[in-house]
């Protein structure tokens, strides 16, 4: 119920996912040149393009992960979820840690952001609601 409420707080905020770390993570084996064979290029940047694509619909994508979670296909659902909202606990860690770093003001307007945003707080009750499931 945590989820489907979080996905419509997502819809509501015009917030957005992406591929996340697997697009970073393809970027960087493909640029590094860790993998040369052209289908195997072709095959990561595919995913990476299905991700981000998935990632793309938002708060659909969140509803569709609580849908899966229902229905026993938690791991599916998580990475929905996760897709859907752009960062899993990881990710909002690592964007406040450096909001914190760039200074005490760049931190504090990013909090005031979040609290005055109905989008920020869908994504922070779909990590929550992620969390909680067993």
Do not use: C, P
Not at 31 to 53: C, H, N, P, R, S
Not at 110 to 127: A, F, K
């Amino acid at each position: 119920m945590i989820l489907i409420i979080s996905g419509l707080f997502v819809i509501e905020g015009n917030m957005v996912g992406g591929s996340g770390i697997f697009g970073f993570l393809g970027d960087i084996i493909v640029e590094q040149g860790y993998i040369t064979e052209a289908y195997m290029i072709d095959l990561i940047t595919t995913v990476i393009f299905v991700f981000g694509l998935i990632g793309s619909l938002g708060g659909i994508t969140v509803i569709m992960g609580a849908g899966f979670i229902f229905f026993y296909r938690k791991i599916l659902g998580k990475l929905l979820v996760a897709l859907g909202t752009g960062m899993g606990l990881i990710g909002l860690f690592i964007l406040f840690l450096t909001t914190f770093i760039t200074g005490i003001y760049a931190f504090l307007g990013l909090i005031l952001i979040i609290i005055h945003s109905i989008g920020w707080i869908g994504v922070l009750l779909s990590i929550y609601g992620t969390k909680i499931v067993k």
